[in-house]
C-alpha cells in the first residue's frame, strides 16, 4: 500500500498567515493526490485534485503544489473558517490511502 | 444538487453484523461510481471500499477485504455496505460518497483523477458488549 506521511500534525496560525502544509508518498504518484478539508462534525471537502487543479467553488486561495512524491498544500491570507483538519489522499492505486491530518489551529 | 443519505449505523456487539445503507439523489446513479471512507473517533480517515456504476468492479482496502462487502441497487439508487465480525476497531462514522473521475490530457496519456466530490453526513457504528 502507499503510504502517505503529511506533516506538520498540528499548525498554529493567525488570520491573514500564509500556511504551508506537505504530504510526502511512499512512492511516485504523478499528480493523483487530492486535498481535503474536514470541520469537526462534519464530512470533508475536496479543494484540490491532481495536486494543483482547484475543485469548484473552493476559494483561490488554496493551492496545491508538487508531482511525483512530494506535494504541498498552501493556504493564502488564512481566513477564521479555515481553521479546520486537512487531509491529503492519493488516488493513483486502490486501496486509496490518506495521510494522518493536519490540524491547523488558531494561535 | 447530489445529496447522499446514510444510514443503518448503530450499536452493535462483538462478532456481529451490520449492513450500512446510502440513498442517492439528485445525480444518474448508475453512471455513478461510489464509495465507503470511514473515521474512527478522534482518528483520521480511513478508505474501505468503491464501486462502479454497474456493481461489476469493486476494490476494497486489504485488511477489510472478506469481512465487508460493497454493493448497489441501482433500481433504488442505493449504496451497501455490509460488514461481518466486526470488532472494536470497527468503530467508525461511515461516510458514502460519490466518486467524480476528472479528465485532464497529460503528456503519453490523459490523467484520470478520482475525485471523492460529494459525501454524505455519515452514520456511526458502534461495536461494543
Known amino acids: 500500500d502507499i503510504e502517505m506521511t503529511q506533516s506538520p500534525t498540528f499548525l498554529s496560525a493567525s488570520v491573514g498567515d500564509t500556511v504551508s502544509i506537505t504530504c510526502r508518498s511512499s512512492?511516485?504518484?504523478?499528480?493523483?493526490i487530492n486535498w481535503f478539508q474536514q470541520k469537526p462534525g462534519k464530512a470533508p471537502n475536496l479543494l484540490i485534485y491532481g495536486a494543483f487543479s482547484l475543485q469548484s467553488g473552493v476559494p483561490s486561495r488554496f493551492r496545491g503544489t508538487g508531482s511525483g512524491r512530494d506535494f504541498s498544500l498552501i493556504i493564502n491570507g488564512l481566513q477564521p473558517e479555515d481553521f479546520a483538519t486537512y487531509y491529503c489522499q492519493q488516488n493513483y492505486v486502490t486501496p486509496w490511502t490518506f495521510g494522518q491530518g493536519t490540524k491547523v489551529q488558531i494561535k | 444538487e447530489v445529496h447522499l443519505v446514510e444510514s443503518g449505523g448503530t450499536l452493535v456487539q462483538p462478532g456481529g453484523s451490520l449492513t450500512l445503507s446510502c440513498a442517492a439523489s439528485?445525480?444518474?446513479?448508475?453512471?455513478?461510481?461510489m464509495t465507503w471512507v470511514r473515521q474512527a473517533p478522534g482518528k483520521g480517515l480511513e478508505w474501505v471500499a468503491n464501486i462502479n456504476g454497474d456493481g461489476s468492479q469493486t476494490n476494497y482496502v486489504g485488511s477489510l477485504k472478506g469481512r465487508f462487502t460493497i454493493f448497489r441497487d441501482n433500481a433504488k439508487n442505493s449504496m451497501y455496505l455490509q460488514m461481518s465480525s466486526l470488532t472494536a476497531e470497527d468503530t467508525a462514522t461511515y461516510y458514502c460518497a460519490k466518486v467524480y473521475i476528472a479528465k485532464e490530457p497529460g503528456g503519453l496519456a490523459d490523467f484520470h483523477f478520482y475525485n471523492i466530490d460529494v459525501w454524505g453526513t455519515g452514520t456511526t457504528v458502534t461495536v461494543s458488549s
Open positions: 439528485g445525480l444518474i446513479f448508475s453512471e455513478s461510481r
Open positions: 512512492q511516485d504518484i504523478s499528480r493523483y
